[in-house]
């Protein structure tokens, strides 16, 4: 089998269900694989995005790692089977890149990386976490997993108001555990947000707050000091994703669990983080987004080092909350993943329909990552098609 054509194109995605709402011009990359294999009269073609929260790669993938797919022989990519085998077409992307300088290469990697893993297991005729799991050595025995909603991002007008609604919209639709942002606005004011979410859950242990990174290290400290009493499940991306000292200052301070993670992007960096941040093992998260760290090789190493250092599995909780990390959830035995379920549409959530039972989520079972299942972010996929 050989990649005959690699596709991309970048669109606009909103944090909001509302998409008038000023996302800040937020954007993501969208790739097609394309192969000389037919089945049903249709070339077999992976697809992937750029994950969600950062901005689009066009330039990187165009430039830089489809033409190394593209020019790379087909026995350098594909296994003994002669499907694409993902790890070798992964080495074949970073050939030639030195250690360091993660920026955001990262994410085009990881953005071929997924449409890699969608094709080897559409080739395979697999769930991918169903081939994931094989090539891995990591029997699958469930079809379920547990799954928390994201959103409770700041509305421009009746915030609270709206914020309720949401979260209402959240626990009907099944969801159990609830994530909002804060740090944007007076500390005073996130607080009164908090409570307000708080007065629709049974208590503390199922909201989690992320405050994206925005605190500097004084405000951290007072912010752990005014969050202890509520107990809540997590507090999340508190400072500089770099700032190991004040991640060690709040821990030490800070009862309840803190996560950490997402806007770090590569084993070395995941490595410092558990030595130097003062992470407590087997007690705080991590939320490490699959795509955003090179994709399911860098990942693995990731999940082993933590293996390694006395870390269980069940600590990752993937960012995302799409398809993609819910596989990859589900084949690795991760503690669970998040779920955007009407923020960053087409790409946020799970199969159209699909429903949420007591937290938990039932993956599709068709071929591939499931995209088939989500026919407005086929739509997407399809242009690159034409």
């Excluded at 989520?361 to 989500?374: C, K, Q, W, Y």
Aim: aromatic share 10%.
């Amino acid at each position: 089998m050989r990649l005959v054509d690699i596709r991309q194109a970048t669109v606009p995605i909103s944090r909001y269900a509302d998409a008038s709402i000023s996302s800040g011009n937020l954007d993501t990359t969208i790739v097609a694989i394309i192969t000389d294999a037919y089945r049903a009269g249709e070339p077999i073609v992976g697809f992937g995005f750029s994950s969600i929260g950062r901005y689009g790669q066009s330039g990187l993938i165009r430039d830089r790692f489809a033409p190394r797919l593209l020019a790379a022989p087909a026995e350098d990519l594909c296994a003994a089977d002669g499907n694409i085998d993902p790890f070798r077409a992964w080495q074949c992307m970073m050939l030639g890149e030195k250690p360091g300088g993660h920026g955001e290469r990262c994410v085009a990697v990881g953005t071929l990386d997924m449409a890699l893993w969608d094709l080897a297991a559409k080739v395979a005729e697999e769930p991918l976490y169903q081939f994931l799991g094989k090539v891995i050595g990591i029997e699958q025995t469930s079809q379920q997993v547990p799954v928390y909603a994201g959103g409770g991002y700041y509305f421009p007008d009746d915030d609270i108001g709206r914020l309720t609604t949401e979260v209402r919209q959240f626990l009907d639709q099944g969801h159990t555990h609830i994530k909002m942002k804060i740090g944007a606005v007076p500390l005073e004011d996130d607080l009164k947000r908090i409570e307000a979410i708080l007065d629709l859950l049974p208590d503390g242990s199922h909201l989690a707050v992320d405050a994206m990174n925005r605190y500097s290290p004084e405000m951290a400290i007072r912010a752990a000091q005014a969050l202890q009493p509520y107990k809540l499940w997590w507090f999340e991306d508190i400072c500089d994703p770099l700032d190991f000292t004040t991640h060690e200052r709040v821990a030490a301070e800070y009862s309840p669990p803190i996560a950490a993670g997402e806007a770090l992007f590569s084993a070395a960096d995941a490595t410092n983080l558990i030595r130097y941040a003062g992470l407590r093992r087997n007690h705080d998260i991590f939320v490490f987004d699959p795509v955003h760290c090179y994709g399911v090789p860098e990942y693995l190493q990731i999940a082993e080092m933590l293996e390694d250092n006395g870390w269980s599995r069940q600590s990752c909780w993937p960012h995302g909350g799409h398809l993609f990390s819910l596989h990859l959830a589900a084949a690795l035995k991760l503690g669970g993943n998040e779920c955007n379920p009407h923020n960053f549409q087409p790409f946020g959530g799970f199969a159209d329909g699909a429903e949420i039972s007591e937290g938990f989520a039932t993956l599709p079972d068709v071929p591939g990552v499931g995209f088939a299942t989500r026919p407005q972010l086929m739509n997407l996929f399809s242009a690159l098609l034409t």
